[in-house]
């Protein structure tokens, strides 16, 4: 029989416990230091959350730190352009200095602009200085500009020194402009011109069996070519012919009307004679030909600016009294006050969906049109568009954004910079007048759509494909077995659609028929000056003239507005982020002609990785150019570079 009054034991807790009183009060012990346990360690995690956050609060503010003008001394402003100038600058991604990723600075165009012209006026600049060692390139219509800029300071009395181990053509487009162009004697200038070599998939793609299904209209349209061919179609040699070569003669005659002395025609045409001449020595070669003015190395560089601006012991590595450009451009802020002329910018590859600043993508800028015009009090808009273009599907997105403007009486001006074809083109159109430079590349009107599929490097391992189908259209597109006849034959007539579209919009809009539309379209790409003279951009200006006139339309005094920029702001983990890769940029000295090799060819890896990658994962019907690869800031592969480093470290290279 059982003593039901004894003591009996339990084990919930993991522990033996009885009913009596005694060992109850034991686990209320246990609980007791538990919960105070749990209290202490939630008080440390606070206090570690509170210190983490003190940390990047006071690192945030660190790095981010901006001088006021106060602080701003008189001596050179250095504009030490270590990266691209872009229209719309990326947001890098968080904290990639840290993951061991190389990092490369994106100037905005505006703000380099903005910095050479307060520069030219301001009693506390004394000269300006380009370091162009590590400069990456702009768009040809981006360095003319420039260019022009540090022409206007050189006019007004203060020198302009340029120094570099070896320029490029877009840094020498830069340089030419200085009052003393200075070069290391190991290194030197050599121009390659608009131009080069593309990389053709065809016969890689009939080796691995991959069938390309390419929908296109427009007889130029060359884009999808290094997916069907193993060269350079005829037609497309000769648009590249005509545009290539007026960039060219561009460039020389914008070297030449800032450095009269530089023979850069003689150069470009026979640089062999020209470097044998001198034995092999680049640099003096340049001095020999006017393109150079002194041959140094980087102290004897900063001590001839120390001579005109000052000395500055404090820093010993620059050695002359200088402005950072950081420092200057915060001190030199753009105007608060007037009504208010929007800029909407259409910057980097048009895409559907969402997106970060330095790709156009459809929502994001449909959105920040709308929501200007709900909340920002615009009397005009100007459309900023440096695009090749992409999908038309988003760029039809922009459009009708911007149309919406127009629905409520604003005046829309267009202004193009370095780039504005296909998708960008067709952006464009919503504009009631177009402003370009003669160097900015347009048109290329046309689309294509580009479907890959796999039957033929299926069979090739033994897998092939069966199944039921309810509708002529089942399954398809098949990229395992294939499309069909009729499914070709419906997209081909919807891309012939969407390239009617395409030409009903610039009709519209230029005031043409769709028979001259279709005349100049058919997928060419053409210079600002050619298309002007054919009606596709009513005039030659930048940005600044673009305002004008929109405030002009607006019957506004052009002296008497700011400009507000429909865009979404950086948050403070995108700034923090953006210093932090700032403050860790690689300053290695630039190299000479091996290192700009050894460059390219990095780059031409990439790229044919990063054109694996579209064939593969091509979406919607695009309008994208093609010729405009190559004439712009390097950056403008970022992605195919870090495709590039992911594939490298996976095979441990």
């Not at 061991?100 to 004394?126: E, M, P, S, Y």
């Not at 877009?170 to 200038?189: C, H, I, K, N």
């Not at 890959?452 to 299926?458: I, S």
């Not at 091996?594 to 309008?623: N, W, Y």
Request: overall charge positive; aromatic content about 6%.
């Amino acid at each position: 029989m059982t003593d039901t009054t004894a003591p009996q034991p339990s084990f919930s807790d993991g522990r033996p416990s009885f009913t009596d009183g005694k060992p109850r009060r034991r686990r209320g012990g246990w609980r007791l230091v538990r919960g105070a346990w749990k209290l202490l360690v939630a008080v440390k995690d606070l206090l570690v959350l509170i210190l983490l956050l003190l940390f990047f609060a006071v690192l945030f503010a660190a790095l981010t730190a901006r001088p006021g003008t106060k602080a701003i001394g008189s001596g050179a402003l250095l504009l030490d352009l270590d990266g691209s100038v872009v229209e719309q600058p990326e947001e890098p991604a968080a904290f990639a200095a840290l993951s061991g990723q190389a990092t490369t600075r994106q100037f905005r165009l505006r703000d380099v602009l903005r910095a050479i012209d307060t520069a030219r006026t301001d009693a506390r600049v004394k000269a300006v200085v380009l370091d162009l060692d590590q400069f990456s390139g702009a768009y040809p219509a981006a360095l003319g500009e420039m260019a022009d800029a540090l022409v206007r300071v050189r006019q007004s009395g203060k020198p302009v020194l340029a120094y570099a181990t070896a320029y490029t053509d877009g840094s020498y487009r830069l340089a030419a402009a200085a009052s003393e162009v200075w070069v290391d004697p190991m290194g030197g200038a050599l121009f390659q011109g608009a131009g080069g070599t593309q990389l053709y998939y065809k016969g890689l793609i009939d080796k691995l069996g991959v069938n390309t299904h390419v929908y296109r209209v427009g007889r130029y349209k060359s884009f999808v070519e290094p997916y069907t061919r193993a060269d350079q179609s005829p037609d497309a040699r000769a648009a590249s012919q005509a545009l290539y070569g007026s960039l060219m003669e561009q460039w020389v005659r914008g070297v030449v009307q800032a450095r009269p002395k530089a023979q850069a025609a003689r150069f470009l045409a026979d640089p062999q004679a020209a470097v044998l001449a001198t034995g092999g020595d680049v640099a003096k070669a340049n001095l020999a030909l006017g393109l150079v003015d002194r041959l140094g190395d980087r102290i004897a560089f900063n001590k001839r600016v120390a001579a005109l601006v000052g000395g500055d012991s404090t820093k010993p590595a620059i050695g002359f009294a200088n402005i950072g450009y950081d420092a200057w451009i915060a001190a030199n802020p753009m105007p608060t006050t007037g009504d208010a002329i929007g800029i909407l910018t259409v910057a980097g590859n048009i895409v559907d969906g969402e997106a970060g600043p330095g790709t156009a993508a459809g929502d994001t800028i449909a959105k920040a049109m709308l929501d200007g015009l709900a909340t920002k009090n615009l009397k005009a808009v100007v459309l900023r568009v440096d695009s090749p273009g992409g999908s038309a599907l988003a760029s039809e997105r922009i459009r009708l954004a911007v149309l919406e403007a127009k629905k409520r009486g604003l005046p829309i001006v267009v202004s193009m910079g370095g780039l504005a074809a296909s998708g960008g083109y067709w952006v464009s159109t919503a504009g009631d007048t177009i402003f370009a430079e003669p160097n900015t590349i347009t048109g290329s009107i046309g689309i294509f759509g580009i479907i890959p599929t796999f039957e033929a490097t299926l069979a090739k391992i033994g897998v092939t494909t069966d199944g039921v189908r309810t509708t002529p259209l089942s399954g398809q597109p098949d990229v395992f077995g294939g499309t069909t006849p009729m499914l070709d034959t419906i997209l081909q007539a919807g891309i012939e659609h969407g390239y009617r579209e395409f030409i009903g919009r610039v009709a519209s809009a230029r005031r043409m028929t769709p028979a001259r539309v279709d005349e100049i379209g058919q997928g060419r790409v053409w210079d600002g000056g050619t298309a002007r003279q054919l009606g596709l951009v009513d005039r030659f200006g930048g940005l600044g003239d673009a305002v004008a006139e929109a405030a002009r339309r607006a019957k506004l005094d052009p002296a008497k507005v700011r400009t507000v920029y429909l865009e979404k702001e950086p948050g403070w983990a995108a700034q923090l982020a953006q210093a932090w890769n700032d403050s860790e940029r690689d300053d290695t000295a630039g190299g000479d002609a091996f290192a700009r090799i050894a460059t390219q060819q990095r780059a031409m890896l990439g790229q044919a990785l990063g054109d694996m990658k579209r064939l593969a994962s091509g979406g919607s019907i695009q309008a994208r150019c093609l010729e405009c690869g190559g004439l712009g800031p390097s950056t403008g592969a970022a992605g195919d570079a870090r495709l590039l480093d992911l594939v490298l470290a996976r095979f441990g290279l």
